[in-house]
């Protein structure tokens, strides 16, 4: 999976010379906590068609807007401009951390956790004018994430949970239940297996598509596989008779 499957594409954005009181409004209207910065870029194609691209420019958070208004109460008495009429462009970061459509989403996930992130601006890098400049694609957060992980793991269709045991990373309990499941026409909705702290595989979690798989169950007891339907299996139980 991609960083383009699960990137949020309809945004919502501001300019350099935005007010910060505009910024504000438009953080509160939508229930957002960021915003890409950015400003026009216009491109003429073949055709002669000209159109307008965003070039990325930074970030503006809520928590930016916060401090430049504590600032601004905290030397209220010089003569400067209230907080609500600075530009975005003095309070904004310039995000450098970036990623592109076509990163991986574990190599974005892993971005946002290492650098205490909660989103990264998507950009598309582009040779417009003889300069090369970053355009803005989209926006991924930690919520398109953990929805990308629901959907990955089947969560928004009917089904059940069944976990396969794995005994010291032995990955044949689990293709062995995977060829009985398609002889049996029980539909498999999505397969996950993810590995502990020492890097071994215990479980497999299987989304099955039906909430009544009776016959798998019988045939994963008599195949001696050991199994967990409609609760987790932890490790500690995935290790028994070892």
Same mark, same amino acid.
């Given at each position: 999976m991609i960083v383009r499957d699960i990137m949020m594409t309809k945004l919502v954005t501001v300019e350099l010379d935005d007010t910060l009181a505009h910024a504000a409004n438009l953080l509160r209207q939508y229930k957002f906590h960021h915003l890409p910065v950015v400003r026009k870029v216009y491109q003429t194609n073949g055709q002669g068609v000209r159109s307008a691209l965003l070039v990325c420019e930074g970030m503006l958070s809520s928590q930016d807007i916060d401090l430049a =208004? =504590?600032?601004?109460? !905290?030397? $209220? /008495?010089?003569? !400067?401009?209230?907080? !609500? $009429?600075?530009?975005?462009? $003095?309070?904004?970061?310039?995000?450098?951390?970036?990623?592109?459509?076509v990163a991986s989403v574990?190599?974005?996930? !892993?971005? *946002?956790?290492?650098?205490?992130?909660?989103?990264l601006p998507v950009v598309e890098y582009r040779l417009i004018n003889g300069e090369?400049? =970053?355009?803005? /694609?989209?926006?991924?957060?930690?919520? /398109?994430?953990?929805?990308?992980?629901?959907?990955?793991?089947?969560?928004?269709?009917?089904?059940?949970? *069944? /976990?396969?045991a794995l005994p010291l990373g032995d990955i044949a309990p689990l293709a062995r239940m995977l060829l009985l499941a398609s002889s049996l026409h029980v539909q498999i909705r999505s397969v996950l297996a993810a590995p502990s702290s020492d890097g071994t595989l215990y479980v497999a979690t299987v989304r099955l598509g039906t909430i009544n798989p009776t016959t798998l169950l019988r045939r994963l007891q008599e195949e001696g596989i050991r199994y967990s339907f409609g609760r987790p299996l932890v490790e500690e139980e995935a290790l028994q008779d070892l």
């Open positions: =208004a =504590a600032v601004g109460e !905290q030397y $209220e /008495d010089r003569a !400067q401009l209230p907080w !609500q $009429e600075k530009r975005v462009v $003095e309070a904004m970061h310039r995000a450098a951390i970036r990623v592109t459509p574990a190599a974005a996930a !892993q971005l *946002l956790v290492e650098r205490g992130l909660n989103c090369t400049l =970053a355009i803005l /694609d989209g926006l991924l957060t930690r919520s /398109d994430l953990l929805i990308a992980l629901a959907r990955s793991m089947g969560a928004s269709e009917p089904g059940m949970q *069944l /976990d396969i």
